[in-house]
């Protein structure tokens, strides 16, 4: 998986709880990324950041919450206002926030955590 | 609207055979064209990435090709493998290269690879 870990592999959530996935890298990588799967969907983007202190809304980002306090590390935060948190979730990273804009930059993928609320 | 297209969306074919995975997109700007390979319940593996000038590219017994006149790609994989069963996935990032680019992810085509 590249150098990127995720835990845990399985989350399992009450309703009203607040959960923070973790994702972690050794890449280097300057940007990181957090997406959602859900069946016969496309990856969506939740968050991203291109540099440290510093991140963006993707698409979803309603009811998450994400910080970048280290290179290596950017943590999600699945609250209680998200309404339907399960699904899988995804890290990447990719070595600048050109992966994100386009250019040759491949993003390497963690091997995901599935949320499921109960 | 920014879309990727991919079908079948299952496939199931004998080990040994060959297949081929379609993409359609409609994008604009497009930047580059990625096929990514995700096994049940793990992350996305790349396998190749296609910018508008190149028209085929291999990456071992995966070789995918890109008209972007007609802004389609496919993904054909020879001799297959009982481990290449997974769900293919179609990316297409979209935008001129700066920072507010884009990708746009296909649903991918689940291939079972059936001895």
């Known amino acids: 998986d590249g150098g990127i870990t995720q835990s845990p592999k399985y989350l399992f959530r009450k309703e009203g709880q607040n959960v923070t996935l973790s994702c972690e890298q050794n890449?280097?990588?300057?940007?990181m990324y957090w997406y959602r799967q859900d069946p016969g969907q496309g990856l969506r983007l939740i968050y991203y950041s291109q540099i440290v202190n510093d991140f963006q809304k993707g698409d979803i980002a309603e009811g998450y919450s994400v910080s970048r306090e280290k290179k290596e590390s950017f943590p999600l935060t699945v609250t209680s206002a998200q309404k339907n948190p399960t699904a899988f979730y995804l890290c990447?990273?990719?070595?600048?926030?050109?992966?994100?804009?386009?250019?040759?930059?491949?993003?390497?993928f963690g091997p995901g955590t599935r949320l499921t609320v109960l | 609207k920014n879309q990727v297209e991919q079908s079948p969306q299952s496939l199931i074919i004998l080990e040994g055979k060959n297949c081929t995975l379609q993409?359609?997109?409609?994008?604009?700007?497009?930047?580059?064209l990625r096929w990514y390979k995700q096994d049940t319940g793990r992350g996305p593996v790349s396998l190749t990435i296609m910018t508008f000038s190149e028209n085929t590219k291999s990456n071992g017994r995966y070789t995918a090709t890109l008209d972007a006149d007609t802004k389609q790609s496919s993904l054909h994989i020879t001799a297959s493998q009982l481990s290449d069963s997974a769900s293919y996935i179609c990316?297409?990032?979209?935008?001129?290269?700066?920072?507010?680019?884009?990708?746009?992810f296909g649903t991918g085509t689940l291939l079972a690879v059936q001895p």
């Open positions: 993409c359609n997109y409609t994008v604009s700007p497009f930047s580059n």
């Open positions: 990447a990273s990719s070595m600048s926030g050109r992966g994100l804009a386009g250019g040759r930059d491949e993003q390497f």
């Open positions: 990316v297409v990032s979209v935008g001129n290269g700066g920072a507010t680019n884009k990708l746009i």
């Open positions: 890449l280097n990588h300057d940007a």
